[in-house]
């Protein structure tokens, strides 16, 4: 996975850790919210290596999916806070 791609997701997932750690559900929604920017942005550039020829499209496919589910499932989840 490229180095830029593995920093936002771990930007998005210690947002993910800084909400379930927080009382205030005004944060939590808000770090929520932001997780899932950050993944549907790593999915955004994903798509953009690929064009560049850095990455397999098959490998890019999958990548997005997956970051694209997950940015999905976090949008859920911060409705339901």
Do not use: D, F, W, Y
């Not at 180095?3 to 929520?32: D, E, F």
């Not at 798509?47 to 997005?64: E, F, I, Q, S, T």
């Amino acid at each position: 996975m490229p180095p830029a791609i593995a920093k936002v997701i771990a930007q998005a997932q210690s947002r993910i850790a800084s909400a379930g750690a927080t009382h205030h559900k005004g944060r939590a929604k808000k770090m929520l919210g932001q997780a899932s920017h950050e993944l549907k942005r790593a999915a955004k550039k994903a798509a953009r290596l690929a064009k560049k020829r850095h990455l397999a499209p098959a490998c890019v496919a999958a990548l997005k999916q997956n970051l694209l589910e997950a940015s999905t499932l976090i949008a859920k989840l911060e409705k339901t806070r």
